[in-house]
């Protein structure tokens, strides 16, 4: 198989990118065709409906687990046929996206939870009456949607550090990561592959948020971010050879402002 064309979302990193797509949000993205293949005439009479589903290929993966741990719920290990996970034999993603228009060999799409530069293999519409079933059960999920339902379990506040960190982010480099922060954080703030949180060796609990850092502490409900700091070290940064590492240049300017955010 070859892929058909690329989506140009914008989200560089997979904790940009929902495990599912947010319909609330107004946000735009694009699927390009690949040029000088006929397939701006397979868009014939697409353009009528709503929706469409997108077979992808989870092209950042390159091996697969039979058990997997996923980001939602509890910290338990599922088969992986049960889970969204990426972490699959044959890497296939298929998501469901609102389709807004069709400009040449361009479809413009509503929310989507994929990265910038995923390859598409395969396009087809979507139908209410065979491809909804609301009435269907979730399995585990049921579960874990019925506890998601619930208020979170912990309040998240920032440090006066913290706080002029993401603030410098938002305003000089318009870099906000801080609603997706505060979700995970609020929810269950314990250690978790998935979810990119850890302890490290000194005791610090940190969050991976895409191509940031962040540290914070727990104590009687309140989850207290700490510092913001860059995922890269400074000869990352600068090193030719690792050229494409999200938010570069804001990360070498955060290390000028508080060269103490090295990090470990």
């Not at 064309?5 to 997979?14: D, H, I, L, P, S």
């Not at 922060?181 to 978790?192: A, G, K, Y």
């Given at each position: 198989?070859?892929?058909?064309?690329?989506?140009?979302?914008?989200?560089?990193?997979?904790?940009?990118?929902?495990?599912?797509?947010?319909?609330?949000?107004?946000?735009?993205?694009?699927?390009?065709?690949?040029?000088?293949?006929?397939?701006?005439?397979?868009?014939?009479?697409?353009?009528?409906?709503?929706?469409?589903?997108?077979?992808?290929?989870?092209?950042?993966?390159?091996?697969?687990?039979?058990?997997?741990?996923?980001?939602?719920?509890?910290?338990?290990?599922?088969?992986?046929?049960?889970?969204?996970?990426p972490h699959r034999p044959n890497p296939l993603g298929?998501?469901?996206?609102?389709?807004?228009?069709?400009?040449?060999?361009?479809?413009?799409?509503?929310?989507?939870?994929?990265?910038?530069?995923?390859?598409?293999?395969?396009?087809?519409?979507?139908?209410?009456?065979?491809?909804?079933?609301?009435?269907?059960?979730?399995?585990?999920?049921?579960?874990?949607?019925?506890?998601?339902?619930?208020?979170?379990?912990?309040?998240?506040?920032?440090?006066?550090?913290?706080?002029?960190?993401?603030?410098?982010?938002?305003?000089?480099?318009?870099?906000?990561?801080?609603?997706?922060?505060?979700?995970?954080?609020?929810?269950?703030?314990?250690?978790?592959?998935?979810?990119?949180?850890?302890?490290r060796v000194t005791g610090v609990l940190e969050i991976?948020?895409?191509?940031?850092?962040?540290?914070?502490?727990?104590?009687?409900?309140?989850?207290?971010?700490?510092?913001?700091?860059?995922?890269?070290?400074?000869?990352?940064?600068?090193?030719?050879?690792?050229?494409?590492?999200?938010?570069?240049?804001?990360?070498?300017?955060?290390?000028?402002?508080?060269?103490?955010?090295?990090?470990?």
């Amino acid at each position: 198989m070859e892929p058909i064309g690329f989506v140009r979302t914008g989200k560089r990193v997979k904790f940009h990118a929902l495990h599912q797509p947010e319909e609330t949000r107004s946000e735009e993205n694009i699927l390009e065709l690949i040029p000088n293949r006929r397939l701006e005439a397979g868009l014939r009479d697409l353009a009528g409906f709503s929706r469409i589903w997108l077979l992808w290929w989870f092209h950042r993966n390159t091996t697969w687990r039979p058990s997997v741990l996923p980001p939602r719920g509890p910290a338990k290990r599922r088969g992986v046929f049960a889970t969204r996970s990426p972490h699959r034999p044959n890497p296939l993603g298929l998501t469901p996206v609102q389709l807004t228009a069709i400009r040449g060999r361009c479809l413009h799409l509503g929310p989507c939870d994929l990265v910038d530069g995923t390859p598409v293999f395969d396009i087809k519409p979507y139908i209410p009456a065979y491809d909804s079933f609301p009435d269907a059960s979730a399995g585990w999920l049921d579960e874990v949607e019925t506890g998601l339902r619930q208020p979170p379990a912990f309040a998240v506040h920032f440090a006066p550090l913290a706080s002029t960190q993401v603030a410098w982010l938002r305003r000089t480099w318009s870099i906000d990561f801080t609603e997706r922060l505060t979700e995970l954080l609020s929810r269950d703030p314990s250690p978790h592959r998935s979810r990119r949180i850890r302890k490290r060796v000194t005791g610090v609990l940190e969050i991976g948020c895409g191509a940031w850092r962040a540290t914070f502490e727990v104590l009687a409900g309140i989850v207290t971010v700490q510092t913001i700091e860059p995922a890269y070290p400074r000869r990352f940064l600068v090193d030719p050879a690792r050229a494409g590492i999200a938010d570069c240049d804001a990360q070498l300017a955060f290390l000028e402002q508080w060269p103490e955010s090295a990090g470990p």
